[in-house]
């Protein structure tokens, strides 16, 4: 189903190929290069058409053969553009920098492989025109899919938890919520992930007495994802006792006028049960506002349709979990108390899905129900019946999978790399999604990518999606059981191959993945596993994602067609020579302690270089430069080495860095902000001297950054006990105008300072961490910070924050953590903002003074650690 993305690298791939300087490709090569592209964008299309097809078996193998011939081919390219580099630059010694320009020329198998994706591109024209595509087939595991969703969430499915919501929900529908001033009505949508209980709870609530009291006419529809609007009419006129073989004939439209009709004069409830297309906004036009009518829908998509309110269902927690599973093991019996401690933890392991929770349940109630067994279960010594419950609802989660846009289903596999509930950065995954060619885009704003895939996702509820304090998606995750699902179906379409045992090393077919995950570092220290990885040569991506081994394991660098290598979790001592050889790497992060060494720039084709220190321990003093040759990399979009700075070069630039972090100070020059001019985030951090007396300026001369949108500057070892010797900005002009999020860490300023940010026309999220400003007051004024919509303030020795003037801010997120002295704040300044306190005496003050004014989360540091745990 990722087969989109076959496609798209290898577009990619020989875009990137034709227009290399470091290659010089003769005439015939160039042509054969030109029509491939040209195949390739054919085959695209045809995939997009196969989308649309009904008939299951034909359209995967079909899919199946043109990923298979994309990868012949994209690998033909690359390993032979790879043998030409190592053949030809041996005689370079492994320091030289200076890479000649390599001819490429006709290959036996490259041509044998053109010209097969040349006639397998012509027998899919003549596919696209097969009448088959039309016809609807159903395969065995979509009826398996929909019995097991008859046996959870079946008419007589009892609900568990969510009392909340149902009556939220029931009151709403009973008080006629749902419609606005206007009259029009607005339909409610139940929506949250698969399994999750979405229609137990709407069957819930269309069972409950008082709904069918007040409603008349109650309706209910299963949808389902190919369910049409013509299909739907059909079935609630069926429920209303109508003749179906007379009217079924009609038009679509005639058909909803008749239907419009015929429910204007009554009292209705209408549920849509598992909606997952936008024809429902078509279809609510047939049905009348009159007499407070509701309509309610259940769907594992954001709808698209229609004037909706959403409510989200929630996963269950500890207690509700336990109750549900008991239920499901024991019926009307009491679970015996020796097994209570136990089976609790086996719920607690389901991570609050009810559809797992049935599952495990199920297969408990058939199990021997022993002490010795029900602990072996909860400690996972014995997983197969955690393995078998998520075998047995994959098919129920990977329809979300199956009904992803194209450009998501590669997006979503490769989740599958890192461990199971683990909260990635959204930074971090469009990263690699982009160095693996994942999907079409020359979007330039990596937050512009971030919010269209990582939020389709989390649309699409088949990623947990984990907001920023600050608006935005910050980190995401996959459920335990939709990264089971995830894994599954990876190996399944040959797109990834996550290794977490020894037999996992030898699984049949692990030869012909594209992507490897080892996720445990352990594994790398035996020899079976080495030679196994090693034998996967077709690889793009490595990832090591196990806990962090901080002793040096082997590495297999044999992988030659890779464009993603993390392995930041593994400790290196010395900088891997054998790199050099992996030239179509794109994103390479390890964890190394000295200096980048200048071959580096062999890598000509890096956009992505991350390097974290094991312990960051060095001579104050001693500023560690990056090597000279680090402007050769002219294609580095991200550039992460930990306290490093970028030498002087004349003439020198990276034209196409966006982001530089956790960068020395002493980067600050104009001479080497010039050099990089179109940098949006900015990252610095600062080294004091024990005995350092001068002033240290790190802002005098950002204003050459005209594109900078971020900047986030922190002493290293801040000293809370006297003032810094970072020297402030002199004038607002320091800074760029276009600056939006500031944060500031152990400067211990005054906050007389504070004016000189405050006039920044554009800032919107201003972070204050650490003695960022010290000093009891801070007097804001009437005209400071015109667009500033999110405040942080952190360890911080402020004891009133006043406002001087009369104008409303636009505020709408403070958050005030561990700032023990803080007594007051203007309450006239905040504009009713979502306002978060922790570990605050200003909390009295607050609630006493505000009562329901605003939304305060107030909570202790000692809670949140224990969620964590």
């Excluded at 087939?137 to 398996?144: C, Q, V």
């Excluded at 966006?658 to 010039?674: G, P, Q």
Aim: hydrophobic residues 40%; proline residues 5%.
């Amino acid at each position: 189903m990722a087969y989109y993305a076959a496609v798209i690298s290898l577009k990619h791939t020989i875009n990137r190929l034709l227009n290399s300087p470091h290659f010089s490709i003769l005439p015939p090569y160039r042509i054969a290069l030109d029509f491939a592209f040209l195949r390739a964008g054919f085959l695209e299309k045809v995939l997009e058409i196969l989308d649309s097809s009904k008939n299951r078996v034909m359209v995967d193998s079909l899919r199946e053969q043109i990923r298979d011939a994309v990868y012949k081919l994209e690998d033909a390219i690359e390993f032979h553009a790879s043998d030409q580099f190592l053949s030809q630059s041996e005689r370079l010694g492994n320091e030289g920098s200076n890479l000649p320009i390599f001819s490429l020329g006709w290959d036996e198998v490259l041509k044998q492989e053109l010209n097969y994706l040349r006639d397998m591109a012509r027998r899919m024209e003549d596919e696209c025109n097969n009448p088959d595509l039309k016809l609807r087939i159903s395969l065995p595991e979509e009826d398996e899919a929909d019995s097991l969703r008859n046996d959870f969430d079946g008419i007589e499915s009892e609900m568990v938890g969510l009392s909340d919501v149902f009556n939220q929900i029931k009151d709403s529908l009973l008080l006629s919520y749902g419609y606005g001033t206007d009259g029009r009505r607005r339909s409610f949508v139940i929506g949250g992930m698969a399994g999750i209980g979405k229609t137990t709870l709407a069957k819930k609530i269309y069972q409950d007495p008082e709904i069918c009291n007040y409603f008349d006419c109650r309706l209910w529809v299963t949808v389902g994802p190919e369910c049409e609007s013509r299909n739907i009419m059909l079935r609630i006129l069926t429920q209303l006792n109508h003749d179906i073989h007379n009217i079924q004939m009609k038009e679509v439209e005639e058909l909803g006028n008749y239907l419009y009709t015929t429910l204007k004069s009554r009292r209705y409830l209408i549920v849509l049960d598992d909606v997952w297309n936008g024809e429902m906004r078509d279809l609510e036009r047939y049905f009348p506002h009159e007499n407070n009518s509701q309509a309610l829908l259940t769907s594992r998509i954001r709808p698209g349709f229609g004037r909706t309110i959403i409510w989200n269902v929630r996963f269950l927690n500890e207690g509700e979990s336990w109750c549900l599973l008991q239920k499901k093991v024991f019926g009307e019996e009491s679970c015996p108390p020796q097994l209570e401690k136990a089976g609790k933890k086996i719920a607690k392991n389901c991570d609050g899905l009810p559809l797992l929770i049935v599952a495990v349940a199920h297969l408990l109630s058939k199990a021997e129900k022993t002490l010795e067994y029900w602990n072996k279960v909860a400690e996972k010594k014995d997983k197969s019946i955690f393995v078998e419950a998520n075998d047995k609802i994959s098919n129920i989660l990977l329809r979300s999978y199956r009904y992803l846009p194209q450009d998501l289903r590669a997006c979503f596999l490769y989740m599958g790399a890192f461990p199971a509930k683990s909260e990635l950065p959204a930074s971090k995954l469009i990263n690699v999604w982009t160095a693996e060619d994942l999907f079409d885009s020359d979007d330039k704003s990596p937050k512009r990518l971030a919010f269209k895939y990582v939020s389709g996702l989390a649309s699409n509820n088949v990623v947990l999606a984990h907001q920023s304090p600050f608006r935005g998606v910050k980190t995401c995750s996959l459920h335990s059981s939709f990264w089971h699902a995830c894994v599954r179906q990876s190996w399944k379409e040959r797109f990834l191959h996550v290794i977490s045992s020894l037999a996992d090393s030898f699984k049949e077919g692990a030869r012909i993945q594209r992507r490897l995950c080892i996720s445990n570092n352990a594994l790398f220290g035996m020899k079976e596993v080495y030679n196994s990885v090693q034998s996967i040569s077709s690889a793009r991506s490595l990832i090591c994602s196990g806990p962090y081994h901080q002793y040096p394991v082997p590495i297999c660098f044999d992988l030659r067609l890779l464009k993603v290598l993390d392995v930041l979790s593994v400790r290196f001592y010395k900088f891997p020579i054998e790199v050099i050889k992996l030239i179509h790497l794109r994103y390479l992060a390890l964890t190394y302690g000295g200096k980048v060494p200048a071959f580096i720039s062999k890598l000509w084709n890096l956009e992505y270089l991350i390097v974290h220190r094991h312990l960051y321990i060095k001579v104050p003093g001693d500023w560690s430069y990056l090597p000279v040759e680090i402007w050769n990399l002219q294609k580095l979009r991200h550039l992460q080495v930990v306290g490093s700075c970028l030498p002087y070069l004349r003439d020198a630039f990276l034209p196409h860095l966006l982001k530089l972090s956790d960068m020395s100070a002493h980067n600050c020059r104009k001479e080497i902000l010039k050099r990089i001019p179109n940098v949006q985030k900015l990252g610095i951090q600062i080294e004091i001297t024990p005995d350092a007396d001068e002033h240290l300026s790190c802002f005098d001369h950002l204003s050459c950054l005209n594109e900078l949108r971020s900047l986030k500057c922190f002493i290293v070892n801040p000293n809370p006990t006297k003032p810094q010797v970072v020297a402030p900005p002199a004038c607002i002009t320091t800074f760029p105008s276009n600056l939006k999020k500031l944060s500031l860490s152990g400067f211990g300023y005054p906050w007389e300072y504070m004016s000189m940010i405050s006039k920044l026309p554009k800032l919107e999220v201003l972070k204050l961490r650490s003695y960022a400003f010290r000093g009891p007051e801070w007097v804001v004024y009437d005209d400071d910070f015109p667009n500033l919509n999110d405040l942080l303030l952190e360890d911080m020795d402020l004891v009133y924050l006043r406002f001087h003037g009369h104008n409303r801010r636009s505020l709408c997120k403070l958050i005030i953590r561990h700032c023990y002295k803080l007594k007051e704040i203007p309450l006239d300044w905040l504009n009713e903002p979502d306002i978060e306190i922790v570990d605050s005496p200003l909390v009295a003050n607050y609630t006493r003074e505000v009562g329901n004014f605003s939304p305060v989360d107030v909570h202790s540091s000692w809670d949140e650690e224990e969620q964590k745990a």
